[in-house]
């Protein structure tokens, strides 16, 4: 059992025991010891992961200035009369039928396997809600010894912050701050077994300097992988997307200074996400897949896909039978389903080492090295950066996600205006103040800044959305201000 509280005063439990809760995860395999499937005999494997995200929103109340912050599911639950709302109730059973849906598969001797991504800001509003029937599923899934190997969690930035958009300094607080919550939930064990990264929008930064940091980040965070969407990287020497989708690469990222950072990566392929999952398509795909040459054997590829997990009639209506027909017919045969750090392991019991993967390096990033060496300088990578777009207006360094049609920078200075403020705010007066992680007041001001990064004030656009955003930069000012004189 779990012997830390993940609410303290009200807030979530984000910060102040690090040293107890993010101890650096035991080495050795986790999954493929509990694994049944043999790699030796398969053709190629499915991975699907789920992505869960509410947004906290100052609406539990008729004015946005006094408004109580509250789970986007919660409001809601509580307007059903009101455009889509009337989905909520499916989308909370969304969040917990894993952990029906697993142990019943696991029941009839099939082994289905999924990686859940859930954000920091739902999992909260779940438990201001009091939603304990939901952690009582997903902890079923996720600390039960005769059930965890079809489960893998996938870390993720607390607010649901995008990387390339978000102050460095900000996102690094994202992750550290979902890791500890999860400990604070699933305890220490479970977070030990948490080796992926799930980017917010599958966003990935391309700037060289904010890239580096962003890799940086997760290793510091004793990250093995990261997810990445397929036309998000390029290989170096071409500039060109991917040609192996379906085998594990090294996102390599070099900044201004010279330094590099890498850590594996797994592709994402690109397709209508919730179409795909819902539908169980990679696993049909991974089905017309045999054996691949992967650094100089023929070894099993993965099908690698994730989408929403409660959004849209296919992924709350269709994806349930599909998924349980596919597990069905895929377990035992030549094309299992099969997580990604599993994969990984089994991988390495062939042979195989990272050094061995394909390098990839975010999109864009060719036009600048091919201007300049790392190790130039800020400056110099600056003037190649706007050297780049004049040539190109396509070019540019905002960063790649799941979807090339939408910015998360332009159109939004009304937002990441006061964004930034709060965040430099925070670091002049919280950080620079010297208090302790632990302490009532750091914590407040810490959710605060997040919850005014989340990204969907700048994905559902101009409007309530980003009234909700500067409302609570406001709150999040007035907190810093108020408990961090200067």
């Not at 009532?440 to 997040?450: G, Q, S």
Request: charged share 25%; proline share 8%; glycine share 8%.
């Amino acid at each position: 059992m779990n012997d830390v509280t993940d609410l303290l005063d009200g807030w979530p439990n984000v910060c102040g025991d690090e040293e107890r809760l993010l101890l650096p995860p035991p080495a050795g395999e986790l999954y493929a010891p509990e694994s049944p499937n043999a790699f030796d005999r398969i053709e190629s494997a499915c991975a699907i992961a789920l992505h869960m995200h509410q947004p906290q929103i100052p609406a539990g109340g008729d004015r946005l200035e006094t408004a109580a912050i509250i789970s986007n599911l919660q409001y809601m639950m509580e307007h059903q009369h009101i455009g889509d709302n009337h989905n909520a109730p499916v989308f909370r059973w969304c969040y917990q039928r894993m952990g029906e849906f697993v142990p019943a598969l696991l029941d009839e001797g099939r082994e289905p396997r999924v990686m859940l991504d859930y954000s920091g800001t739902l999992l909260w509003g779940l438990r201001q809600m009091g939603a304990e029937d939901v952690f009582e599923s997903l902890r079923r899934i996720t600390c039960d010894p005769r059930r965890r190997r079809a489960v893998e969690w996938l870390g993720t930035a607390w607010g649901h912050a995008v990387a390339p958009s978000t102050p460095v300094q900000d996102f690094r607080l994202h992750v550290a701050a979902w890791r500890h919550h999860f400990a604070a939930l699933f305890g220490c064990e479970a977070l030990a077994r948490v080796r992926g990264f799930s980017p917010p929008e599958m966003a990935l930064p391309n700037h060289p300097d904010v890239a580096f940091e962003f890799v940086r980040t997760l290793r510091e965070n004793a990250y093995e992988w990261v997810l990445v969407q397929e036309h998000t990287v390029e290989h170096p020497e071409t500039g060109a997307h991917p040609t192996e989708p379906h085998q594990p690469h090294r996102l390599v990222c070099r900044n201004s200074a010279g330094e590099s950072a890498s850590i594996l990566a797994i592709v994402k392929t690109k397709g209508s996400d919730t179409k795909l999952v819902g539908q169980m398509q990679p696993w049909y795909e991974a089905r017309s897949l045999g054996r691949r040459w992967i650094a100089g054997r023929l070894r099993p590829p993965l099908v690698t896909q994730i989408s929403d997990g409660e959004n849209g009639g296919v992924m709350m209506n269709e994806f349930p039978p599909k998924y349980h027909e596919v597990v069905r017919e895929a377990s035992g045969s030549p094309w299992p389903l099969m997580n990604v750090t599993e994969y990984l392991e089994f991988l390495r019991r062939d042979g195989w080492t990272p050094e061995q993967a394909p390098v990839l390096q975010p999109v864009f990033q060719k036009r600048i090295w091919d201007r300049v060496q790392p190790g130039a300088g800020r400056e110099r990578v600056e003037q190649a950066i706007e050297e780049a777009r004049r040539e190109d207006p396509r070019f540019h360094m905002e960063g790649g996600s799941w979807t090339a049609n939408i910015s998360w920078v332009r159109g939004y200075e009304n937002v990441l205006g006061p964004i930034e403020r709060v965040s430099a705010l925070f670091h002049r007066r919280v950080t620079g103040s010297g208090v302790p992680t632990s302490d009532p007041r750091y914590r407040r001001a810490l959710v605060l800044l997040m919850l005014c990064e989340t990204s969907c004030f700048r994905y559902w656009g101009q409007g309530v959305w980003t009234d909700y955003a500067r409302e609570l930069c406001r709150r999040a000012e007035e907190a810093i201000q108020q408990d961090f004189p200067a």
